[in-house]
Antibody, heavy 120, light 106 residues
């Protein structure tokens, strides 16, 4: 069945870096834009970034612009999020999500998320 | 930033009752609103997109309406599995989410 599985979360110190991965299966990955969305503990949803199906365009939310980089490898059906200069307030569950198009800016398939904890 | 305000914050109802959730935008978003359901420990699930279109596999008891700045999600007759947190999301001006409405069993 259509599935997204995130990995790479963990505990990192403030100022550190981390790379998240999202493995896609059972759909044609290269046909869809992909997003990262996060959720701080007990809080709501915050959109992070989007990348078009061919990787040609990338857009970021204001809170992560200049610190996070979204990328993809269509040959490996994998989405990435490279996070630099991490802050305590970046602590959250990070979800990858499939766009309903390229992009249409809605999310119809989500992974189960990976927890990133930024703490000294 | 375009702000979405959901009300009420918490709604307590019984199975079989009708639920009406509200989402108000700080400026017009045309019909570019989606609704998601999230249960504890799970990822969100797309229910409605473009204000009134049900996503694939979503039961007919879920319906969406509204335009411009005022939107509603209606659940016509609550089932036990419908008690969850609901978020609205706009795509008119980048992407923002509302803060959520928690639907509790009364």
């Amino acid at each position: 069945q259509v599935q997204l599985v995130e990995s790479g979360g963990g505990v990192v110190q403030p100022g550190g870096s981390l790379r998240l991965s999202c493995a896609a299966s059972d759909f044609t990955f290269r046909d869809f834009a992909m997003h990262w969305v996060r959720q701080a503990p007990g809080k709501g949803l915050e959109w992070m970034a989007v990348i078009r199906n061919d990787g040609s365009r990338k857009y970021y939310g204001d809170s992560v612009k200049g610190r996070f980089t979204i990328s993809r490898d269509n040959s490996r059906n994998t989405l990435y999020l490279h996070m630099d200069t991490l802050r305590v307030e970046d602590t959250a569950v990070y979800y990858c999500a499939r766009d309903t198009g390229d992009p249409r800016w809605y999310f119809d398939v989500w992974g189960r998320g990976t927890l990133v904890t930024v703490s000294s | 930033e375009l702000v979405l305000t959901q009300s009420p914050a918490t709604l307590s109802l019984s199975p079989g009752e009708r639920a009406t959730l509200s989402c108000r935008a700080s400026q017009s978003v045309a019909s570019y609103i989606a609704w998601y359901q999230q249960k504890p420990g799970q990822a969100p699930r797309l229910l409605i997109y473009d204000a009134s279109n049900r996503a694939t596999g979503i039961p007919a008891r879920f319906s969406g309406g509204g335009s411009a700045t005022d939107f509603t999600l209606t659940i016509s007759s609550l089932e036990p599995e419908d008690f969850a947190v609901y978020y609205c999301q706009q795509r008119s001006n980048w992407i923002t989410f509302g803060q959520g409405t928690r639907l509790d069993i009364k």
